[in-house]
């Protein structure tokens, strides 16, 4: 359902827009140098360069401050600057977006939440004093995800690199390496994350500051401790690591660069920039996060591990982009059925209205609206189970009418699949607070109107939903129940089935996919209990909490205590179950019976 018919020529159409316009730029410089430095004097060519570079200066303060620019790639600000400036009143739509790109093309200006927030407080206040600490920092190289920070620990290879594994049919697949270094550093979290201890973890880091699935662990720990700063500065930490991994040919806005999640080595990626993505969302940069979104759909768009189209409608509403969003709907509905979804079916609407209220022409406004509500009869007809939760998130009291009709009542929320239903929580949860607009809901009460109209006089189509509800939804799949987990949606977990929930959920790793590609495995941990003498393995069995401690180190070998010392522990173990022991006279009777306490009859 989700993961919908395989591609192959998906995403051949990419327009590396940005170096193209590079490059044509700096050939016309040359070409001005050139033609300056043969018709005036070095003198006056000096001069000419001073003040074109003053020229230069003076423009990029101006795009810095927020200012629009020729540059297609502005044309979401433009629309983002039309919707605030407007306050809710009509202006006229913005251009569409450019044909050109593809519609998974991640755009670097976009992937740093300065970006977004100079729009909102001014470069000053985003950048004023970052601009100091940045002239003295020391890194390797610059990065697009994230800006190395000072504080962090002086950046050395942790054994993390990527490889090129094949490309064909327009598309590369990479895949990231551990060296054995890195498998060791690996092996070692592991048995961290098994004690249970976050300090361990913490230990781990000190010697290895930029291994990536500490970062990421230890992130976690921090945010339930609600400790949201240190939790984004270690996801942070743990961008810039495998950033600096990446191969050279491995682009993030291509589009074209492939990232198979069954390899357990790549996961961390997937991982880390949803975690990022989701500080972003919080922090109020949704335009950011779509970016991100975008770019972790890009790795792998047709199994789409992450199940991330559960998502960027929201990201895309939030954002107000509106246009992407129809725009991804109108592409990829024809071999990846996303109006099968719900929270497609319904924001792909509710974008249709929102840019509706934009239109400045009465033929534009029509025909938006027109579109909208034929969307949200759609979305109502196939999916009347969501109504209901979705006026109760909005405190909207329903009409009499429409809550005790048999479509809309409570037996159409009772009736629907686990998996639908599991669905709905999920999308409900989210982006319901998108809805509240009076409006938006006066909008919905007229459509709502019309489909139990079309209820009452039999309309077929309300039948063939119905059969297709049955058919469709019977089990949801992995990526959907790994989704649901890493968005922490109460309503979602709380529907998730029991052969998920009573699974062991890692931070690090979140619901394994089954055909994983193992490049190393971890090596049989030598306990202490198989190797133990006789006597040794017999007061375990009866004693839990014996052990005798130094036995075996992690790699195997003699180590800790010596023999004479685990033989003394042993001993010690002997006398203080020996002095446990007490031994009752069974013939003798019991003085403590009370009278009234015999047999059972």
Request: glycine share 4%.
């Amino acid at each position: 359902m989700v993961n919908g018919e395989r591609s192959d020529c998906l995403l051949a159409d990419v327009v590396t827009g940005n170096k193209r316009r590079s490059q044509c730029g700096s050939a016309e410089t040359r070409k001005d140098a050139e033609v300056a430095g043969k018709t005036a004097p070095p003198e006056q060519f000096n001069v000419s360069c001073k003040l074109r570079k003053k020229k230069k200066k003076q423009k990029n303060k101006k795009n810095s401050a927020g200012e629009t620019s020729e540059n297609g790639l502005e044309d979401i600000d433009r629309i983002l600057e039309r919707i605030e400036d407007s306050s809710g009143l009509s202006r006229p739509g913005p251009p569409p977006l450019s044909t050109k790109k593809h519609v998974l093309y991640v755009e670097h200006r976009h992937l740093n939440p300065d970006t977004e927030l100079k729009r909102y407080f001014g470069a000053r206040a985003v950048l004023g004093e970052q601009r100091p600490r940045q002239r003295q920092r020391v890194y390797p190289k610059c990065t697009w995800l994230t800006t190395p920070k000072s504080t962090w620990p002086r950046y050395t290879k942790p054994g993390l690199s990527m490889r090129l594994l094949e490309s064909k049919k327009g598309a590369s697949s990479f895949a990231f390496e551990h060296s054995e270094e890195y498998q060791q550093t690996q092996h070692k979290f592991l048995t961290a994350v098994e004690s249970m201890e976050p300090n361990n973890i913490v230990v781990l880091l000190q010697t290895s500051p930029y291994h990536v699935d500490s970062l990421l662990q230890l992130s976690d720990a921090c945010r339930f401790q609600e400790d949201q700063e240190m939790a984004r500065d270690l996801v942070e930490r743990a961008l810039y690591s495998l950033e600096c991994a990446c191969h050279p040919l491995f682009s993030l806005t291509s589009g074209t660069c492939r990232l198979d999640y069954r390899r357990p080595e790549n996961r961390s990626f997937y991982l880390a920039l949803y975690k990022q993505m989701s500080f972003l969302e919080k922090r109020g940069c949704p335009r950011t996060a779509l970016e991100y979104c975008k770019l972790i759909l890009s790795l792998e768009p047709d199994e789409d591990p992450l199940c991330m189209l559960l998502l960027v409608d929201h990201l895309a509403l939030r954002a107000r982009c509106y246009e992407y969003l129809i725009r991804l709907f109108q592409e990829w509905e024809a071999h990846r059925n996303l109006s099968q979804l719900p929270n497609f079916a319904f924001s792909v609407p509710l974008a249709y209205f929102l840019l509706s209220q934009q239109a400045d022409l009465p033929e534009q406004l029509s025909s938006e609206r027109e579109k909208a509500s034929l969307l949200i009869r759609q979305a109502l007809t196939m999916f009347p189970g969501a109504l209901m939760p979705l006026l109760e998130y909005c405190s909207v009291r329903p009409d009499p009418a429409v809550a005790s009709h048999r479509f809309f009542g409570p037996d159409a929320e009772i009736s629907q699949p686990p998996a639908l239903s599991q669905l709905v929580s999920l999308y409900l949860g989210r982006s319901h607070f998108l809805w509240k607009e009076p409006a938006t809901m006066s909008w919905l009460e007229e459509n709502v109107r019309e489909v139990l109209q079309a209820v009452d006089a039999g309309d077929p189509a309300v039948a063939a939903c119905e059969s297709r509800r049955k058919v469709l939804y019977h089990h949801a799949p992995r990526n959907i129940h790994r989704h649901v987990v890493l968005s922490e949606i109460k309503e979602a977990v709380a529907a998730l089935p029991p052969d998920v929930t009573t699974q062991s959920v890692t931070g690090f790793d979140p619901l394994p996919p089954l055909d994983t590609i193992y490049s190393y495995v971890r090596p049989e941990r030598l306990s202490p209990v198989s190797h133990g003498n006789t006597i040794a393995l017999f007061f375990r069995s009866l004693l839990p909490s014996y052990t005798t401690e130094g036995e075996m180190t992690e790699d195997g070998g003699p180590g800790g205590l010596n023999h004479n010392q685990g033989l003394n522990r042993l001993m010690l173990a002997l006398r203080d179950m020996m002095a446990n022991f007490h031994f009752h006279d069974l013939e003798a009777p019991r003085e403590d019976t009370p009278e009234g306490d015999g047999e059972w009859d």
